[in-house]
């Protein structure tokens, strides 16, 4: 076996290991070792991906007023779903020759600029224009990386039959639940982490099987606590009648509770049943390596955001049911698949696709549907295909391309359209200096009819005329915030949906926008990046992996000494 190598990035500079296991991975799919670090890969799958800037702009092919997570200047045609996805529009028209006199991104990047994209992707949605990388959605609205919800807004993740949600991240089988994160089955629940099975839960983290609870830590089938402090029901519903749910209140409830959760230890990791694994946001993972929000996954290393039954795999990126893969972004079911992106219903033994539907077998391809045996869309036989896909992979060897992932200065979207800003944000001056472009949106001259300070203290004071207000964002307000939060929209509006769901919870209309909300949201969750520390219980010799870097003001145990806290 291969012994583990240090290398210096081509894009930080900083030093990286490639372990043995790296090794056996790469030599199996016959690619080089990579030459960037695992960030700097990440970053550069990222930076490819827009899941919730949405334009308005014309379909190329119809005429009609369409949304699109495309701007409308890009260079390339944009065509609706249904009319993309039908058999008016085959992409195999764009076939063309391979020249091996040339590099295979430059001819990849003509083929790309060429083929129309599709709009955007939200399969089997009803009344949810303003939803991406979504399927079998029921009247949602800013819902990204989502399926089966209903009436939910302004979050990603929402999985499993959410229900009237609104601004939260990673959650399953929920109801009624507001600005949360992590959550399993939990109802009528607000400002809450790491929760599951839950009721009327406010203002906690890491709590199971808990009901009408606020403030608290690492419950386990409790009722009527406050602060940890158990309570009568009388008690407790006094209390919880004495908070009148203000702005003003609430702002101050959560600012007790995150002094209250300093005092609490937290697990070197977010997750269960990670077994021979290091990163966060993991469950049921068999030798994951340095993973993120990661569900049943097995033999896997540097993967993002990959679901159910992900096996032997590399440097993959929102994935499902993947296997033998590296270099993939945003793909469905890729099986023996080397470098692909926003590829959907299987695609397989197949190399450096985009768009791609059903894909077997198929190179350098973008906007194929059930098609094999393609090279940069162009039709051949079994053995014409092998034989020209073996020659491209040797040139692109001697061309230092081959195994590398798409270059950033090609991306369809500029660093702060892409999900890159959210996990890696950037201000305009950094992301121009490191070679990245970025988009500078056009004033939209809001007209302020309510200002953050007019708006109504409860909900309860909140009439339907407010539907009709448009609201300035507090983030206008301070100079430093707008430059902490570089897709503040400076205004916005409510949707009747949302304003409903407000009311159902006792919850105050926002003061902040959407963009400005999910910034916030995303800084609850820890960077996607380890640090190698020890167990901070005394006597404890274990060390471990983390997300909580070092001068970090919480107390990080090991998963043995924190369980035995909350047992």
């Excluded at 890969?41 to 997570?69: H, P, V």
């Amino acid at each position: 076996m291969t012994e583990s190598q240090v290398k210096t990035c081509q894009s930080c500079k900083k030093d990286f290991t490639i372990e043995p296991d790296d090794f056996t991975f790469y030599q199996k799919i016959d690619v080089p070792p990579p030459t960037l670090c695992p960030e700097c890969r990440y970053i550069r799958r990222l930076s490819d991906r827009n899941e919730y800037n949405f334009y308005k702009r014309k379909c190329d092919a119809t005429g009609e007023d369409i949304i699109s997570i495309y701007r409308p200047d890009v260079s390339f045609p944009v065509y609706k779903q249904d009319y993309w996805k039908s058999d008016a529009f085959d992409a195999s028209v764009y076939g063309r020759n391979f020249d091996f006199n040339r590099p295979f991104f430059e001819q990849y990047e003509e083929l790309r600029r060429v083929v129309p994209h599709l709009a955007l992707v939200n399969a089997n949605s009803v009344n949810s224009e303003y939803t991406n990388q979504s399927q079998d959605n029921k009247d949602c609205y800013m819902l990204v990386t989502s399926d089966t919800s209903e009436k939910c807004m302004y979050g990603s993740w929402n999985q499993r039959k959410c229900f009237m949600c609104s601004d939260c991240y990673m959650i399953e089988s929920s109801e009624l639940c507001y600005e949360s994160i992590n959550l399993a089955k939990c109802s009528n629940c607000a400002w809450i982490s790491n929760c599951a099975d839950c009721v009327n839960i406010y203002f906690s983290d890491d709590c199971r099987g808990c009901v009408d609870c606020l403030g608290c830590w690492g419950l386990r089938n409790k009722q009527y606590c406050w602060f940890n402090e158990q309570l009568s029901k009388e008690e407790y519903e006094q209390r919880k009648k004495e908070f009148t749910r203000t702005r003003l209140s609430i702002r101050e409830q959560l600012k007790k509770f995150a002094g209250f959760r300093l005092t609490k230890p937290v697990k070197n990791y977010h997750g269960t049943q990670a077994q021979e694994s290091s990163g966060d946001y993991l469950e049921n993972t068999q030798r994951a390596n340095y993973c993120f929000n990661c569900r049943d996954n097995k033999d896997v290393a540097y993967m993002q955001d990959a679901w159910r039954n992900t096996e032997d795999c590399r440097d993959c990126t929102e994935i499902i049911n993947a296997e033998l893969s590296y270099e993939t972004q945003g793909v469905d079911t890729p099986h023996r698949t080397i470098v692909a992106r926003s590829c959907f219903s299987t695609i397989t033994d197949s190399c450096y696709c985009d768009m791609c539907f059903g894909a077997n077998n198929c190179f350098g391809c973008f906007g194929l549907k059930q098609k094999q045996y393609c090279i940069l869309n162009k039709q051949y036989s079994k053995e014409e295909y092998l034989d020209l896909k073996k020659k491209i992979v040797e040139h692109m060897r001697k061309t230092g391309e081959w195994g590398e992932y798409y270059p950033p200065d090609v991306s369809p979207f500029a660093y702060n359209e892409s999900m890159a800003q959210d996990y890696f944000p950037l201000t305009r001056e950094e992301a121009i200096q490191k070679g990245y472009s970025w988009y500078d949106k056009p004033a939209t001259n809001h007209k302020v009819t309510m200002t953050p300070d007019q708006l109504p203290s409860t909900v309860a004071e909140a009439s339907d005329d407010i539907l009709s207000q448009t609201i300035g964002c507090r983030t206008q307000e301070d100079e430093e915030a707008k430059t902490r939060n570089p897709l503040c929209v400076g205004a916005f509006r409510l949707h009747p949906t949302e304003l409903m769901i407000y009311r159902k919870m006792g919850i105050p209309v926002p003061e902040y926008c959407y963009p400005c909300r999910r910034t916030e949201r995303f800084k609850m969750r820890n960077p996607r990046r380890l640090w190698h520390r020890k167990c901070m219980k005394s006597d404890c010799p274990n060390e471990f992996e983390t997300s909580y870097a070092p001068g970090r003001p919480e107390i990080v145990y090991c998963e043995s000494c924190y369980n035995q806290e909350v047992a």
